[in-house]
């Protein structure tokens, strides 16, 4: 069980108390509660059950497994049949494309891919740009859970419009500011930020 570190005690008090959960945490199965701090780190373990874990839980392995599940389950890669393709942003055409309206349908979901954002937010971060609204979701989701550590911290998204305005655009915030972009198949837009800015 992951949760952020302000409710950490809450949690482990909550699920210690519930009849139901003391029944099902007897024997020496681990059942890990973790709490994460601002940064998406690891600060604090407890073992409902066993009270006696001493390994290390694989947090980016777990990571992993959990983004995919999550692309697959919510069907995020469309494949194009023999009567049509697709047309990206950079105007490149495609077999396939990634649908983040898929990905980002569930609240808890989307809570949890935030939590999996917080390691790479600068602390300073202010702005994030994005390059779509699609993305809107995902930093309203990071901005609650960075009040959530600091009641001070905030994000605000601005949309650069992806490929359109790229050429023109101003990133005037960029030392307060951290860019996050959508999937993409080929790759393309990271690299044209990367080279152009």
Same mark, same amino acid.
């Given at each position: 069980?992951?949760?952020?570190? $302000?409710?950490?005690?809450?949690?482990?008090?909550?699920?210690?108390?519930?009849?139901? /959960?003391?029944?099902?945490?007897?024997?020496?199965?681990?059942?890990?509660?973790?709490?994460?701090?601002?940064? %998406?780190?690891?600060? =604090?373990?407890?073992?409902?059950?066993?009270?006696? *874990?001493?390994?290390?839980?694989?947090?980016?392995?777990?990571?992993?497994?959990?983004?995919?599940?999550?692309?697959?389950?919510?069907? %995020?890669?469309? &494949?194009?049949?023999?009567?049509?393709?697709?047309? &990206?942003?950079?105007?490149?055409?495609?077999?396939?494309?990634?649908? +983040? #309206?898929?990905?980002?349908?569930? $609240?808890? =979901?989307?809570?949890?891919?935030?939590?999996?954002?917080?390691?790479?937010?600068?602390?300073?971060?202010?702005?994030?740009?994005?390059?779509?609204? /699609?993305? +809107?979701? +995902?930093?309203?989701?990071?901005?609650?859970?960075?009040?959530?550590?600091?009641?001070?911290?905030?994000?605000?998204?601005?949309?650069?419009?992806?490929?359109?305005?790229? $050429?023109? *655009?101003?990133?005037?915030?960029?030392?307060? #500011?951290?860019?996050?972009?959508?999937?993409?198949?080929? %790759?393309?837009?990271?690299?044209?930020? +990367?080279?152009?800015?």
């Amino acid at each position: 069980i992951i949760v952020r570190q $302000p409710c950490y005690r809450e949690t482990i008090s909550s699920i210690q108390e519930d009849s139901t /959960a003391k029944d099902r945490l007897q024997g020496d199965t681990p059942t890990l509660v973790l709490a994460y701090d601002q940064t %998406g780190d690891i600060v =604090e373990q407890y073992d409902l059950a066993s009270q006696n *874990y001493t390994g290390t839980f694989d947090l980016q392995r777990f990571k992993r497994v959990a983004i995919t599940s999550i692309f697959e389950n919510r069907q %995020g890669l469309i &494949n194009s049949t023999n009567l049509y393709h697709f047309r &990206n942003p950079s105007q490149r055409h495609s077999t396939k494309f990634i649908r +983040l #309206a898929n990905i980002l349908s569930e $609240p808890t =979901e989307i809570s949890f891919l935030a939590f999996c954002c917080l390691p790479f937010l600068p602390v300073d971060c202010k702005i994030a740009y994005v390059d779509t609204p /699609a993305l +809107l979701p +995902l930093i309203f989701s990071i901005k609650e859970q960075l009040k959530e550590f600091d009641k001070t911290r905030s994000i605000i998204p601005i949309n650069f419009e992806s490929y359109f305005r790229l $050429p023109d *655009y101003d990133f005037k915030y960029r030392n307060e #500011a951290v860019v996050i972009i959508s999937a993409s198949t080929s %790759g393309g837009l990271a690299r044209t930020l +990367l080279s152009k800015f």
